[in-house]
Nanobody
Framework: QVQLVESGGGLVQAGGSLKLSCRASGISIRVSTMGWYRQAPGKQRELVATIDWNGGTNYADFVEGRFTVSRDNARNTIYLQMNSLKPEDTAVYYC??????WGQGTQVIVSA
């Protein structure tokens, strides 16, 4: 059974940083494409970043170099380092293992 558990969300002021973690169990992220998605109130869930099995990364345009996705195979965990946060980054952030395994989400709130 695949389980993804996110952590690291919270309340931060604009310009601040947060680091999200997603610990996986039941699968090896070493051979998986993993990703971060987010959903703001009243909006559809959207891609933030992905990292594939060989370390290749992909980012949404709105990231603009502020976020970095990484992976620790030994810990079976992926991360999302978020810097220069903006109020519009406020959302629930979800971890995903392609194609259809999702975590429960972690809330990020960025105050102006």
């Amino acid at each position: 059974q695949v389980q993804l558990v996110e952590s690291g969300g919270g309340l931060v002021q604009a310009g601040g940083s947060l680091k999200l973690s997603c610990r996986a169990s039941g699968i090896s992220i070493r051979v998986s494409t993993m990703g971060w998605y987010r959903q703001a109130p009243g909006k559809q869930r959207e891609l933030v970043a992905t990292i594939d099995w060989n370390g290749g990364t992909n980012y949404a345009d709105f990231v603009e170099g502020r976020f970095t996705v990484s992976r620790d195979n030994a810990r079976n965990t992926i991360y999302l380092q978020m810097n220069s946060l903006k109020p519009e980054d406020t959302a629930v952030y979800y971890c995903r293992r392609s194609p259809d395994s999702w975590g429960q989400g972690t809330q990020v709130i960025v105050s102006a």
